[in-house]
């Protein structure tokens, strides 16, 4: 597997100082998984953070700051809550990392001609929506533009776009600002790992029509 596609520094370095929500973390870990240069750059983040928070001089803890992060962790929010474990549901899906499939996800929705969508029912509640979405060979995904981020990973197939070709590992960030007309062209179902929040937007006619019975 050859990545050409990273997400961007500033995504990785949030990443590291743990600034992302679940639902971009998930985006962002999931290339980590197939991607020996981000990873390497994360961990070297990760360190120089560590040296700065080393520098800083102590601070003294609150009263009650201990029993507030113990109430935290045994909490329903808790990011170390086991998440259900459904699983099988997942285990079908080529090139998924072993920490999603951990994740329930809903069936398969049909949400345009040759794309269906399946959400991804995260853990703990995230600003970011997390769905698998995918496309037959040959789909011309309908242009479209977003209010606001679109970050995609792919697992299986590729597909085009103005910003290059797009294969398996590689990740793409849109921030709502590109106009997309994506083409699928692999010979395969190009099923690709989205994280989104925002809403989408469809140009052109087709897309105006189709417009309300896409709910992503
Ligand atoms: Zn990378």
């Not at 998440?83 to 329930?104: C, K, M």
């Not at 979405?133 to 995609?152: A, C, D, Q, V, Y």
């Not at 921030?175 to 007309?181: L, Q, R, S």
């Not at 179902?189 to 189709?210: F, H």
Request: charged letters at 15%.
């Amino acid at each position: 597997m050859t990545i050409h596609h990273h997400p961007p520094e500033e995504l990785l370095v949030a990443f590291a100082a743990g600034l992302l929500d679940l639902g971009q973390h998930v985006a962002v870990a999931t290339h980590l998984v197939g991607c020996p240069h981000c990873r390497a750059m994360v961990r070297t983040m990760e360190h120089v953070g560590g040296l700065v928070l080393a520098d800083l001089p102590p601070t003294a803890m609150s009263v009650g700051a201990l029993a507030a992060v113990e109430a935290r962790l045994d909490g329903p929010g808790s990011s170390l809550a086991v998440p259900p474990r459904v699983g099988a549901g997942l285990a079908d899906v080529p090139g998924l990392p072993p920490f999603v499939r951990e994740y329930s996800a809903g069936p398969w929705r049909w949400i345009a001609p040759k794309v269906h969508l399946r959400a991804i029912q995260l853990p703990v509640a995230s600003a970011t929506r997390v769905f698998l979405l995918r496309s037959r060979p040959g789909t011309k995904m309908i242009e479209h533009t977003h209010t606001g981020f679109e970050m995609s990973c792919v697992l299986s197939g590729s597909f085009v776009h103005a910003g290059g070709h797009f294969g398996p590992g590689d990740f793409d960030f849109g921030d709502g600002t590109d106009d997309h007309e994506i083409m699928i062209d692999s010979a395969e179902d190009c099923i690709c790992l989205v994280a989104m929040q925002g809403d989408l937007k469809l140009n052109g006619m087709i897309g105006r029509l189709l417009q309300p019975l896409i709910r992503m």
